[in-house]
């Protein structure tokens, strides 16, 4: 859905799905040098994973913004 919303708003989204080998979004974002990355996560037990992959990217990309959301993120 928010990479449907981004297209509407004119952005080019690429939609990877889930369960994508960190190692191939690494690759993509060097080949497509996006705008941003946003990584999505539903379940808490997956957090840990989504935590680590947005550390690599940044340690990899650090001038690439990286948007989170989805429901496992604790609500304030
Ligand atoms: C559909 C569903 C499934 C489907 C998923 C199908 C699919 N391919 O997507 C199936 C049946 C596979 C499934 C499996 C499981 N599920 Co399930 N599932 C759901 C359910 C009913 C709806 C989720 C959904 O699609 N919501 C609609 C989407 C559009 O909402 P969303 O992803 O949250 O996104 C919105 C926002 O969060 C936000 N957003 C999301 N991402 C991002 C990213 C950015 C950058 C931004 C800005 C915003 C944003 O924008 C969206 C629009 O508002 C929820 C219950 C619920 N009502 O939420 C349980 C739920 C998520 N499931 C749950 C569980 C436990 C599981 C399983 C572990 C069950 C099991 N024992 O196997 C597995 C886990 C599978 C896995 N590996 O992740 C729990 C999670 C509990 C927890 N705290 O972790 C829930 C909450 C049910 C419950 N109450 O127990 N599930």
Do not use: C
């Amino acid at each position: 859905m928010v990479a449907d919303l981004f297209e509407l708003h004119g952005w080019r989204g690429y939609f990877l799905g889930a369960n994508a080998p960190l190692n191939d979004v690494l690759k993509l974002i060097d080949q497509k040098r996006p705008h941003a990355v946003a990584l999505s996560v539903t379940v808490t037990f997956a957090l840990h994973e989504v935590l680590d992959a947005a550390r690599r990217i940044h340690e990899a990309f650090p001038k690439v913004p990286i948007l989170v959301g989805g429901e496992a993120w604790p609500r304030s």
